[in-house]
């Protein structure tokens, strides 16, 4: 079945620094890919999405591009910041499968120092 | 907008009682989603309802488990009896039908503790 798997964390990064969290799917056919956070206290809510191999997503100086032929969607910042502490999820809806809905991987916590 | 609405924020209950989880989606939301999410497991569908009608219970974990939506701005989700296994965060979410379904508003969950 469908599946998507992320780096185990915490990551923990001083500000400023660059942020990369691994992401790789297995799905048949075409997959939307897309990168949820959630705050402390709060759910998850939807940072940004790619539809088709190539496609970059983008939000908040967050970036990720759909690669097919790596099955990746890695997320990147250039420079994180203490506000950035989060939990991030890496998730895709495969149209044909898992009937439409959401599949999340574990999330990787991201804790930022001052 | 008010959100996705979960009740109560936090439940303490002890093993063998009876908890019910309450939510109230986004007004206009076509699906309503329940997840647990665990340390060990991460976050898990548990059953969703399209037009308040269930489509598939099949994360549901067993037979204690039980979820309603009566109408379109209320859905409650039961555990009886429950189990110290049961802990975890509660998250019920709503979408828009089609390829709105991309985007689920999530409320900010139940931490539910069952001793």
């Known amino acids: 079945g469908d599946s998507v798997t992320q780096m185990e964390g915490p990551v923990t990064l001083s500000e400023e620094a660059f942020l990369t969290i691994n992401c790789t799917y297995t799905?048949?056919?075409?997959?939307?890919l897309f990168w949820y956070v959630q705050y402390p206290g709060e759910g998850l809510q939807l940072l940004l999405k790619?539809?088709?191999?190539?496609d970059k997503g983008s939000n908040k100086g967050f970036e990720a591009t759909y690669r097919k032929e790596t099955t990746s969607f890695h997320l990147e910042k250039g420079s994180v910041q203490v506000s950035d502490s989060a939990v991030y999820f890496c998730a895709l809806r495969n149209y044909g499968g898992s009937q439409g809905n959401l599949i999340f991987g574990k999330g990787t916590k991201l804790s930022v120092k001052p | 907008d008010a959100g996705v609405i979960q009740s109560p924020r936090h439940e303490v209950t002890e093993m063998g009682q009876e908890v019910t989880l309450r939510c109230k989606p986004i007004s206009g939301h076509d699906y309503l989603f329940w997840y647990r999410q665990t340390m060990m497991r991460g976050l898990e569908l548990l059953i969703y309802?399209?037009?308040?009608?269930?489509?598939?219970d099949s994360g549901m974990p067993e037979d204690r488990f039980s979820a309603k939506m009566p109408n379109a701005s209320f859905s409650t989700l039961k555990i009886q009896p429950s189990e110290p296994r049961d802990s975890a965060v509660y998250f019920c979410a709503s979408s828009l039908a089609g390829d709105h379904r991309d985007t689920q508003y999530f409320g900010p969950g139940t931490r539910l503790t069952v001793l």
């Open positions: 309802f399209n037009n308040n009608v269930p489509i598939d």
């Open positions: 799905a048949t056919g075409y997959p939307s």
């Open positions: 790619a539809t088709k191999a190539d």
